[in-house]
């Protein structure tokens, strides 16, 4: 049918756009560009649309979740979507009771602290998400030959929130378990490990083409223990998705001495804060993996000369590099003027053009 021939003929171009070939370390046009957390609060058309509607809710709506996805793509013509979601929401969908609060966070009612609070962590289904499917199938259709990254939080940041209640600075009780009772962390992040790779399946079979597995705050450990106690749990979430195919990217905030073994875990693009220049991060990663990043996203907030001084910055050092994908060093920050944004977007590409 013409649907069908749309689709196989979208679908080429999608595994021929810049962002994908740059994951897989081809040559490309230009630099593709996308933003962590592109789709949010930093855009009118984002708050207007989310107007009386609860962050967690709106996830489960698939209209307002293709709208949301497509709204930085429309603006500022980034090379990829993110599919407008939030990390808790695979927890939320098995039945992990939490909400998340406005300025704060995700939060959860009654923390996972014991070995009888693991029972509370069951295996997820497609059909605890059918909301998933349908959004990332409607959006995939709108989006043409745009990429869709599809994306999950990774065991270690899941945990920290689970076990603390919800945000913390320190980790405390979450190291706490990780260090005293190592056979429960260990049972813990494996069990998080099965439903992060469930919920990334959904997503890659409803038509992602890439997937992020966001370690947020895993910046918070040393590689020896980053190593014992967190990369088998990740590896397991990379190994799921490996049959597909798709790009895998692996980022984490703080984690310049982890680049490595985050590559190590499984990633085919480490994704990298402001911190490390992209030069050195690539001596860290090592060879055949691309990498994604990293301006620091307080930049945006400097005149356009300087934001444009920065980004040649780190246009330079990922000169050399076999595959770059640039973004922010983390998430787009709500204060942040989407003109800007969109600037930086033509400013790299302009500055990429080969
Ligand atoms: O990148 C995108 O555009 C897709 C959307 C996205 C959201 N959360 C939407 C969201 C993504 C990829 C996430 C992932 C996420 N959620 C991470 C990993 C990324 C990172 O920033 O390190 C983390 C740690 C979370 C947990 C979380 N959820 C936090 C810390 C917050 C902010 C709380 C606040 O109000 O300051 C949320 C809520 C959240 N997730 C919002 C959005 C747009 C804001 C809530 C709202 O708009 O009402």
Redesign the pocket.
């Known amino acids: 049918t013409g649907q069908q021939t749309t689709t196989a003929a979208s679908n080429g171009a999608t595994y021929d756009s810049t962002f994908l070939k740059a994951c897989r370390r081809e040559a490309v046009p230009h630099t593709p560009v996308w933003?962590?957390?592109?789709?949010?609060?930093s855009l009118p058309e984002?708050l207007k649309v989310?107007e009386g509607i609860?962050?967690l809710d709106?996830c489960m709506m698939p209209e307002l979740v293709t709208e949301i996805?497509l709204q930085?793509v429309r603006r500022h013509k980034v090379d990829a979507a993110?599919?407008?979601?939030?990390?808790?929401v695979p927890l939320k969908a098995i039945g992990i009771d939490l909400d998340?609060?406005?300025?704060?966070?995700?939060v959860i009612a009654e923390p996972i602290r014991t070995r009888a609070d693991l029972a509370r962590l069951r295996d997820l289904t497609p059909e605890d998400v059918p909301y998933v499917t349908e959004a990332i199938g409607m959006l995939t259709a709108e989006l043409g030959a745009t990429p869709l990254i599809g994306?999950a939080?990774a065991p270690f940041?899941l945990a920290s929130?689970l076990v603390e209640g919800g945000?913390s600075r320190n980790h405390e009780r979450t190291k706490a378990m990780m260090y005293g009772d190592p056979q429960l962390w260990a049972d813990l992040v494996d069990r998080l490990a099965e439903i992060t790779g469930a919920f990334l399946k959904v997503q890659i079979e409803a038509g992602a083409s890439a997937v992020?597995l966001?370690d947020?705050?895993v910046g918070a450990l040393a590689p020896a223990d980053y190593r014992r106690a967190v990369l088998p749990a990740s590896a397991k979430v990379f190994d799921a998705v490996a049959p597909y195919g798709v790009p895998r990217i692996h980022?984490g905030?703080g984690t310049g001495e982890l680049l490595g073994l985050m590559g190590e875990a499984g990633a085919d693009v480490v994704g990298v804060d402001w911190r490390v220049p992209l030069d050195e991060a690539a001596r860290r990663v090592g060879p055949g993996k691309a990498l994604q990043g990293n301006l620091d996203p307080a930049v945006l907030f400097a005149p356009t000369p300087a934001v444009e001084e920065k980004t040649s910055e780190v246009l330079d050092a990922a000169a050399g590099l076999e595959g770059h994908i640039f973004n922010l060093g983390?998430?787009?920050m709500?204060s942040m003027d989407p003109d800007a944004l969109t600037r930086l977007v033509e400013y790299v590409h302009e500055q990429t053009a080969r």
């Open positions: 933003f962590m957390r592109q789709a949010g609060r984002y989310r609860a962050m709106s996805t930085p993110i599919y407008f979601s939030d990390i808790v998340i609060k406005p300025g704060v966070g995700p994306f939080g940041t929130y945000p992020q966001f947020s705050w980022f905030v983390h998430g787009v709500p």
